[in-house]
């Protein structure tokens, strides 16, 4: 199972990133995806998740209303479009299955600074 996490950068207070992960080595359709963050000195903590139909999704309350979770299933593919980023968003996110059982991917890092 492969996890290549892309997207993300250096972006101002305000600004947007879309981060995308490409998954292979397993039925992507069928799981419930989720993205993690894990910053510096904290735990990796779940952001965003959406099953496996792409019909529900959930968010951490302090990502709500700025984050949108997505999927392509007929390209294995899961999305995160981050809106009115904040210096606490900064971290290095991860996509996995919901319960994180897979290997972790290298991550892609996010920093929200001016």
């Known amino acids: 199972v492969h996890f290549v996490e892309s997207g993300g950068g250096l972006v101002q207070p305000g600004g947007s990133l879309r981060l995308s992960c490409a998954v292979s080595?397993?039925?992507?359709?069928?799981?419930?995806m989720t993205w993690f963050r894990q910053a510096p000195g904290k735990e990796r903590e779940s952001v965003a998740t959406?099953?496996?139909?792409?019909?529900?999704?959930k968010y951490l309350d302090s990502v709500d209303g700025r984050f949108t979770i997505s999927r392509d299933n007929a390209k294995n593919m899961l999305y995160l479009q981050m809106s009115n980023l904040k210096p606490e968003d900064t971290a290095v996110y991860y996509c996995?299955?919901?319960?994180?059982?897979?290997?972790w991917g290298q991550g892609t890092q996010v920093t929200v600074s001016s």
């Open positions: 996995n299955r919901e319960d994180g059982y897979f290997t």
């Open positions: 080595g397993f039925t992507f359709q069928w799981a419930d």
């Open positions: 959406i099953i496996n139909a792409g019909t529900r999704t």
